[in-house]
């Protein structure tokens, strides 16, 4: 067997099923096995580094580790940004990466490029340096992709090395199976559960780790044990349902950028805050304002580089979140009447006017019937005429992150995608793809600004390509909003570098692609209806609406109710 076939056998037996990417130098030793394999399909994006957030997207959306291909030299540089936006939010996605053969390597050949360059954006990187080890480095591969807090992995692969042949029993793969989670410490356990009992307002936060983790059940089970209200985060959108009476929706403690006014309103009055799986990424999950002192905060996280990072916990758990969640309950169960526990009507209330008063604050924009329209109403108005329960939305990079992320209910787990650590312009479009790859029963759509349409729309022709309808909403207003809206101030950048041009349902439909071009608002649902309609005729849609450049949300320090 030579050490192409090693890797395509490996991942075969791992229950690949695609690989997305770009067809470049280092990588003709795997096509022979891809060829022939009948469970793995490769298939080209249009930019390398569309090809790992189409892994990327396939990750999040099913829970499985997404695999990208790239050859040597620009071929890595590409996906570079795709990587550090994975590694910012625990996706595992496993990147192949061409290389030249070793005895060229360190000579500034052609199209050089170390694998060093993404050092500092992998869970773990290896080179097969030789074929007989190339088990073995697929085996740590997987086993660090699906162990502990997620992340990308990076191999370099020589083509010397994949040419090279050894017997096949010494290449013969037996897959590692599931990961290897952490369990908590029962005096850490312990510790918390005499807070949350103990406390006259407990809330829960959910991170991306509730996800990776699937501890979704386990989440809601404590929450309406000791009735407390849920916030999450922007990766972890969707893993308390939003339509729970105990749900706060965006803005976990002690404050965060998108929060809702119903959790800026329950967060002033908590003494005790659960965050599972969540890092206090500033700026979004917090501005970085300290905890009272009165406030006791247990924080459980796989990955020990998140405890204690941003705020020192009262209770840090370093364990898996599923697992932790499991013995909390009991521990807490263990000290309560049956009782004492389940959902408290006046905390229900509390939210639930909390919540009114905020949306109704938004009604007027939401409804607006000026020209050009606002991101919001478009948001607004997609929610009409959806089944959230059959629906996967993804925001992108800016304004379309500020339009759509407060406002849009989650219902089901993984229904949305939410990205922010990297936050690159145009990730969306990549992700959509590998969401409706692992999720071809659900509508698919993603929100992006004409900006980032603009450095990653060829991609439409991917998913056009390869019979994955996706629906795309491009909110153009003309350029980069933030830089629009600043131009008037001194400190800004020049107009040359916020205004952009281009009417890009034309080139959706070059691509081939179902599109509209809508300026009114009230052509806004019609044309929604219309292209749900083409997608589900397995066309990919694109409906362009044009729009004024506005202001994200910002939470005041004073809201209440």
Not at 103 to 125: L, T
């Amino acid at each position: 067997m030579r050490g192409g076939d090693a890797v395509i056998h490996a991942l075969e037996k791992e229950g690949v099923e695609y690989i997305s990417g770009f067809a470049g130098g280092g990588e003709v030793p795997l096509w022979p096995a891809l060829r022939a394999s009948k469970t793995i399909k490769v298939f080209s994006a249009r930019n390398e580094r569309q090809g790992v957030e189409i892994a990327d997207g396939y990750a999040r959306a099913t829970g499985k580790v997404g695999v990208a291909l790239c050859g040597t030299g620009p071929g890595a540089t590409n996906t570079l940004t795709g990587i550090a936006s994975a590694f910012a939010d625990n996706v595992p996605v496993l990147l192949l990466m061409g290389q030249h053969p070793l005895a060229n390597m360190g000579k500034e050949i052609q199209q050089e490029v170390p694998s060093s360059i993404f050092d500092s954006f992998v869970k773990w990187k290896g080179t097969m340096s030789r074929v007989e080890d190339i088990p073995a480095i697929m085996r740590r591969a997987f086993t660090t992709l699906r162990s502990g807090s997620p992340g990308p992995v990076v191999l370099e692969m020589p083509l010397d090395v994949l040419s090279s042949e050894a017997p096949d029993d010494v290449l013969n793969y037996e897959p590692v199976g599931p990961g290897r989670k952490a369990a908590p410490d029962p005096a850490d356990i312990d510790k918390a559960a005499d807070i949350l009992v103990n406390a006259s307002l407990p809330i829960l936060n959910v991170g991306g780790g509730v996800l990776s983790a699937e501890a979704w059940d386990e989440a809601r089970e404590i929450a309406e044990l000791l009735s407390m209200p849920v916030a999450s985060t922007l990766v972890g959108k969707g893993a308390f349902p939003e339509d729970h009476p105990l749900s706060l929706g965006g803005g976990v403690y002690p404050r965060s950028k998108y929060a809702s006014g119903q959790a800026l309103h329950m967060n002033r009055k908590a003494d005790a805050v659960l965050s599972v799986g969540n890092s206090f990424r500033m700026p979004n999950a917090t501005d970085g304002r300290p905890i009272p002192p009165n406030v006791k905060l247990i924080h459980i996280n796989a990955d020990p580089g998140d405890l204690n990072k941003i705020y020192q916990a009262d209770v840090a758990i370093l364990a898996d979140a599923k697992l932790a969640l499991k013995d909390l309950i009991q521990a807490v169960r263990y000290r309560i009447r049956p009782s004492q526990g389940g959902v408290k009507e006046e905390i229900v209330s509390e939210i639930r006017q909390a919540k009114d008063k905020w949306l109704g604050e938004w009604e007027s924009v939401f409804t607006d019937e000026s020209v050009p329209t606002n991101g919001y109403r478009v948001v607004h108005d997609l929610m009409q005429v959806v089944d959230p329960d059959r629906t996967i939305a993804l925001h992108d990079a800016g304004g379309s992150r500020g339009y759509l992320s407060p406002f849009w209910v989650a219902t089901k787990p993984r229904n949305y995608i939410g990205m922010g650590g990297m936050a690159p312009m145009g990730w969306s479009l990549g992700a959509a793809i590998g969401v409706k790859l692992g999720r071809p029963d659900h509508l698919v759509f993603h929100v992006l600004g004409d900006a980032s349409f603009g450095m990653v729309g060829m991609e439409v022709e991917t998913a056009v390509r390869m019979g994955l309808p996706t629906l795309t909403v491009l909110l153009n207003n003309g350029g980069t909003g933030g830089g629009l809206m600043a131009m008037e101030r001194d400190n800004a950048a020049p107009p040359s570098m916020a205004e952009l041009g281009g009417n890009f349902s034309q080139v959706a439909q070059g691509l081939g692609a179902y599109t509209e071009r809508v300026e009114q608002p009230n052509e806004i649902i019609p044309a929604f209806r219309r292209a749900i309609q083409a997608t589900e005729n397995g066309q990919a849609a694109l409906v362009e609406v044009i729009i004024r450049p506005m202001r994200t949300p910002e939470a005041p320090d004073d809201w209440s109710l």
